[in-house]
């Protein structure tokens, strides 16, 4: 099963924020997750994000593969990927 990190948009219309999360990269974007490892809140001023780096190295070192938006929310997070 090939999984990702990757974001699930949530809020309403308009008001987005996203809850980053570990999912098979078959599912669809805001459909069945394995687990929650974090969010990220674009609306507030600065940007908001809560990344459980414990859960997160845990998922990298079994071989899950952040999206492109995640690797640069990492790395904004000054969270490093070994």
């Not at 593969?65 to 790395?75: G, I, R």
């Amino acid at each position: 099963m090939p999984v990702r990190i990757r974001l699930k948009r949530m809020g309403a219309k308009k008001k987005p924020f996203y809850r980053i999360v570990v999912a098979d990269s078959r599912a669809p974007r805001d459909g069945r997750f394995i687990e929650e490892i974090g969010y990220y809140n674009p609306t507030t001023d600065p940007s908001t994000i809560k990344i459980d780096t414990e859960k997160a190295r845990d998922w990298l070192s079994k071989g899950a593969q952040p999206s492109d938006t995640v690797k640069a929310l990492f790395a904004k997070a000054e969270f490093q990927i070994k």
